[in-house]
């Protein structure tokens, strides 16, 4: 267990709806990252909070947008959604940003129909 | 930005014997390159990592090695067993913000 915890673990819904994935850190890490794993292009990073401010963009579309709160957890939220935004979107946190080790939570898979 | 690449994408051995995975990276600025395995239905997991100012690093039956000349690594896996059956992604960065470039995975299978 590394101590993300994703919610919820699956999530069906139709195209054109809104979803939001929710994310805790593990006790401590102040730095969470999105990333979306499709079979054809792997993992990609989209987005990174460190405590409570947006750091980096990826390939992050612009129907897509996310958040840290205070209690440093985090959510990502889709919209518009399309048949190609199914995909497993992780979480992932670290101490701080930068060159530290990611802990990944256990994932949410997507299926938009 | 930095680009890996990860080679092969599907890789089967039998057990016992040793598994090689190599990664390419185009940014000479990192200087960090963890592997992460990832079994189904889970997230990856860290099993071992490396920086730039070392050439190897051991743990158990898996180690890494780093040619920051030719810019690649590599995972080793000796005497892999079933559980070793998974798939491994290698990682790069150099410290900024937008923190890990993945390559795109290896699929590996430990034949009985």
């Known amino acids: 267990d590394s101590g993300v915890t994703q919610t919820p673990k699956h999530l069906i819904t139709a195209t054109g709806q809104r979803v939001t994935l929710r994310c805790s850190p593990r006790?401590?890490?102040?730095?969470v990252y999105w990333y979306q794993q499709s079979l054809d292009q792997g993992l990609q990073f989209l987005i990174q909070?460190?405590?409570?401010?947006?750091?980096a963009k990826g390939n992050i579309l612009e129907r897509f947008s996310a958040q840290q709160f205070p209690d440093l957890h985090s959510e990502l939220n889709l919209s518009s959604l399309e048949l190609g935004d199914s995909a497993l979107y992780f979480c992932?946190?670290?101490?701080?940003?930068?060159?530290?080790?990611?802990?990944f939570g256990s994932g949410t898979q997507l299926s938009v129909l | 930005g930095e680009n890996v690449e990860q080679h092969p994408s599907t890789l089967s051995v039998q057990e016992g014997d040793s598994a090689v995975i190599k990664c390419t990276y185009s940014?000479?600025?990192?200087?960090?390159f963890p592997w992460y395995k990832q079994e189904l239905g889970k997230g990856p997991q860290l099993i071992i990592d490396i920086r730039s100012n070392v050439g190897e690093k051991k743990d158990q039956r898996i180690a890494v090695t780093l040619n920051k000349t030719a810019k690649h690594f590599s995972l080793h896996i000796t005497e892999t067993q079933p559980e070793d059956s998974a798939v491994y992604f290698c990682?790069?960065?150099?410290?900024?913000?937008?923190?890990?470039?993945f390559g795109k995975g290896t699929h590996l299978i430990i034949q009985p």
């Open positions: 006790s401590g890490d102040l730095s």
């Open positions: 990682a790069a960065s150099w410290g900024g913000a937008d923190g890990l470039t």
């Open positions: 909070y460190y405590n409570g401010e947006e750091r």
């Open positions: 940014d000479s600025a990192s200087n960090y």
């Open positions: 992932a946190s670290s101490v701080v940003p930068g060159t530290e080790k990611l802990f």
